[in-house]
């Protein structure tokens, strides 16, 4: 009986000193489910409460979860000690190559792009099914569903599908320009790329020929070929005089009066053309027409009145012949300070009153004498007179007049006085108004 009631009291003292060599410890994860494994022994899924690990020691706690990354720490646990460890799991980024065929295709997810290919990947949640659109100008969007296996390494390549087709395009004779849908693809033999899949119309232009119109349905991926004979255009002379006005003659039949004449439908050949004005020596040549083309002859008479010559500085002054105005001295050259030759013809023999005016300028007023059949060359060079034309208010309200020069976002530059400029702040102007002659 003694023997029994001690071996009792051992196993309480026992069962006492176990209970005291033990701890609290909780586990929870972010989200739940993650397998917990201490010192290498899995002993469930979070939440976890163990009350069984021995005290005075560090223990080795991993915790699992699929498609999240796994955590490893050391824990120590001290007797008595009522310890909770949390833990947010983190999910798997998986790993995708896009590849496609042709590459420069824009990978993206839900509209945002996520770069061309070939792109490497590498910020999508493995956990997750995720679907990604290739697009290409020229091509088809494609779609592709992605399902991650963990960190394995996954690999798509695209064959992209035209969203297009391509035209080659012939004529006879070769040489036409070719439009398809309006926008200009080459000359032909040409070859017309990415054409949108549908409806198209096919334009082809050459001097001297009909212009073709051509309608084709073109689907992704069609390669068509066109060949068009173009139909020639009967040849045309176009017939103008210098100075405007002469009367043509076609093998000596009187053709339409006008600055400019054409004779349409000509048969190929060599035509005989005469021009007449009054005042001008008539003129005579032959000229040679060719199939479908046009033929452009200018006649330069030489006339037999008097005439007067001028050129004039600065370019853009009106020349006025007894009252009446005669023309305006331009260049070929839009920075030359000089006039090109004005050539005013058909004047009388005898006294002309002449006046050269331009804005901004004195007015040059003189009689010259013209003799027939004889040019006189007079070079006119105007005194520039200032004349302002803008008015500027500053915001400290200063009243500034002069020529406008230049009239930028920045700056507004003004000419002051001859030959001198003043630039003005932009941000410093507070009025600008024109100022207008008076009458």
Not at 287 to 294: D, L, P
Request: charged share 25%.
């Amino acid at each position: 009986m003694k023997k029994t009631l001690l071996l009792a009291a051992l196993a309480a003292l026992a069962a006492v000193s176990a209970t005291a060599a033990t701890a609290f410890v909780e586990f929870t994860s972010q989200p739940s489910g993650a397998s917990v494994y201490v010192d290498g022994e899995r002993r469930g899924t979070t939440p976890l409460q163990l009350a069984d690990l021995a005290t005075a020691a560090s223990h080795r706690v991993r915790i699992e979860l699929k498609d999240y990354e796994t955590v490893e720490e050391f824990v120590q646990v001290d007797d008595g000690a009522a310890i909770r460890r949390d833990y947010s799991m983190q999910p798997v980024k998986g790993l995708l190559l896009v590849t496609s065929d042709p590459e420069g295709a824009d990978v993206s997810q839900n509209g945002y792009s996520l770069g061309p290919t070939p792109r490497l990947i590498t910020n999508l949640n493995a956990k997750d099914f995720h679907t990604l659109v290739l697009k290409k100008t020229g091509y088809q969007d494609s779609k592709l569903a992605i399902k991650f296996d963990g960190r394995r390494p996954l690999v798509q390549n695209v064959k992209l599908v035209l969203d297009s087709g391509v035209i080659e395009i012939k004529s006879e004779p070769a040489g036409a320009e070719a439009t398809v849908n309006g926008i200009t693809c080459g000359v032909t033999p040409t070859v017309a790329k990415e054409v949108r899949k549908g409806r198209v119309t096919v334009e082809l232009r050459k001097n001297g020929y009909k212009p073709e119109t051509r309608e084709l349905s073109v689907s992704a991926g069609d390669e068509q070929q066109l060949f068009v004979r173009l139909e020639a255009l009967p040849g045309s002379l176009r017939l103008s005089s210098v100075p405007a006005g002469a009367r043509f003659y076609l093998d000596d039949l009187p053709l339409p009066s006008g600055d400019t004449c054409v004779a349409s439908d000509l048969k190929p050949g060599t035509y005989k053309v005469r021009a007449e004005l009054k005042g001008y020596g008539t003129m005579e040549r032959s000229v040679k027409i060719a199939n479908g083309q046009e033929a452009v002859e200018e006649f330069r008479l030489e006339n037999v009145m008097g005439s007067l010559e001028f050129k004039t500085s600065p370019v853009g002054a009106t020349v006025w012949v007894d009252g009446k105005k005669r023309g305006t001295s331009v260049s070929a050259d839009p920075n030359a300070e000089t006039s090109d030759v004005l050539v005013i013809r058909d004047l009388l023999e005898g006294d002309h009153e002449v006046k050269i005016e331009k804005d901004g300028f004195a007015p040059w007023t003189r009689h010259i004498v013209v003799k027939s059949s004889e040019a006189v060359q007079t070079r006119v060079r105007l005194k520039k007179i200032f004349l302002p034309d803008i008015r500027i208010t500053t915001t400290s309200g200063e009243v500034i007049e002069g020529i406008l020069v230049r009239n930028d976002p920045s700056v507004v530059i003004v000419e002051v006085s001859f030959g001198t400029n003043r630039p003005i702040p932009r941000d410093s102007v507070r009025n600008m108004e024109p100022i207008f002659p008076e009458l």
